[in-house]
């Protein structure tokens, strides 16, 4: 069942253009399924009076996921943030952690959380996900793994990157967050590495208001981060690690679990949109849309754009022009990780490091993009983009 604001059908829905829609148009809407379907959900969280703690809709959340995504195994969190810190705690990672400055400053922060120091290292321009050349020359002798990011949920070079980690015997966790159902010749883009981490954030594909989750591919690892998620707690009176509390409670997985029965229709009208925007956008002189990834199954989770020198005003007039039209789009990933006050001090933080990133921050532009969005709002954001660069419209 599909709710009629999904609009996965859609193209031809008479909004004639911004005029009759006069409300801000953001880089993202959740999707929220329709109101009366969720209700036996909760009529049976007030049935049982289980709210947390790996209740029902908990475990059958991960089962579902499980099967959804074609992994193994999948712990809920109640963000990703919790799951990227304990991902690292699971692995017993210490020391430095090679990463990308070219995302969200969850990334990083999870490294500092468990006192890891971050090593920066650039990107590669056409997948804008760590460059695994730039890998090897970074690690140092405190190196124990790498935190890579599939950054708009655009694959990174998984093999190239094991590769390296099998050489220097380090660790590989993925931050996926983006990464919701995308897929690469080998299936889930979720099963590279040691550790694969979620965001079910309200502004990702696959949300549960908050949350989270760690995609690992034994039960041993299943089983500490279980514990780890739980302050530790083994049984009643057993305590093994300083754990957190990091659980995804009934309510979220319950909404996990109705999301999940809209998957297809939001994938298809996300899909609609992406094509949409590279139809409308072809040829603007200095507006490049990013060229399809390795990926064989897309999540459209985001639609960047770069602005190029070509076009008449700066990333940020257009950015800016955008707005004053009520149009939020982002300005996904700007400043680097890497330029934020705990961060700028380190060595890798240099921009001469990072000269990529540093280009590619200054001419990315998030544009919006979610299954609620028609094809009139598309098109009215690419006259004001196609106005920004002189062409008539
Ligand atoms: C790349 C990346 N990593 C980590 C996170 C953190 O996830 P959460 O907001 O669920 O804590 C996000 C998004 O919010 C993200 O975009």
Redesign the pocket.
């Known amino acids: 069942m599909v709710s009629e604001r999904m609009n996965d059908g859609e193209p031809e829905r008479s909004v004639p253009g911004r005029q009759s829609v006069n409300k801000p148009i953001y880089v993202t809407q959740p999707f929220l399924p329709p109101l009366e379907e969720f209700i036996p959900y909760l009529e049976r969280i007030w049935e049982k009076k289980i709210l947390t703690n790996n209740g029902p809709f908990h475990q059958e959340l991960e089962q579902a996921l499980c099967e959804y995504l074609g992994v193994r195994h999948v712990a809920l969190f109640a ?3 919790l799951a ?1 810190v304990t991902a690292l705690q699971a692995l017993r990672i210490t020391g430095e952690v090679i990463t990308t400055p070219y ?2 400053v ?2 990083a922060h999870s490294l500092l959380w468990n006192a890891i120091k971050p090593v920066f290292v650039d990107i590669d321009a056409d997948t804008l996900n760590l460059d695994p050349e730039r890998i090897e020359a970074a690690i140092t002798p405190h190196v124990t793994a790498i935190m890579p ?1 599939h950054c708009y949920g655009r694959p990174c070079d998984v093999d190239a990157i094991q590769r390296i980690a099998d050489n220097y015997n380090l660790r590989v966790i993925y ?1 996926a ?2 990464s919701f159902g995308v897929q690469d010749g080998n299936g889930s883009l979720l099963s590279h590495g040691d550790l694969s981490v979620l ?3 309200a502004t990702k594909v696959f949300n549960t208001f ?1 949350g ?1 989750a760690i995609v690992c591919p034994d039960a041993k690892t299943k089983q500490r981060i279980d514990h780890l998620k739980n302050f530790g707690f083994v049984d009643e009176v057993t305590v093994v690690a300083a754990g957190i509390n990091g659980k995804m409670n009934e309510v979220s997985a319950a909404f996990g679990l109705l999301q999940l029965r809209h998957m297809e229709a939001a994938l298809t009208a996300r899909k609609r949109i992406d094509s949409r925007y590279r139809e409308l956008l072809d040829g603007v002189p200095g507006i490049r849309c990013l060229a399809n990834s390795a990926a064989t199954v897309s999540n459209y989770a985001y639609f960047p754009i770069l602005v190029d020198p070509e076009y008449a005003i700066s990333r940020d007039a257009l950015y800016q022009n955008l707005r004053d039209n009520g149009i939020y789009a982002r300005r996904y990933f700007y400043p680097l990780i890497s330029e934020f006050p705990m961060y700028r001090g380190l060595p890798s933080a240099s921009l001469d490091n990072l000269p990529v990133a540093t280009a590619i921050s200054r001419k990315i532009l998030c544009l919006p993009i979610y299954p609620a969005l028609i094809s009139a709002e598309v098109e009215y954001i690419v006259d004001l983009i196609r106005k920004g660069a002189g062409v008539e419209t």
């Open positions: 963000n990703g943030t990227l995302s969200f969850a990334t990011v931050d967050a983006h965001s079910f954030h908050e989270g």
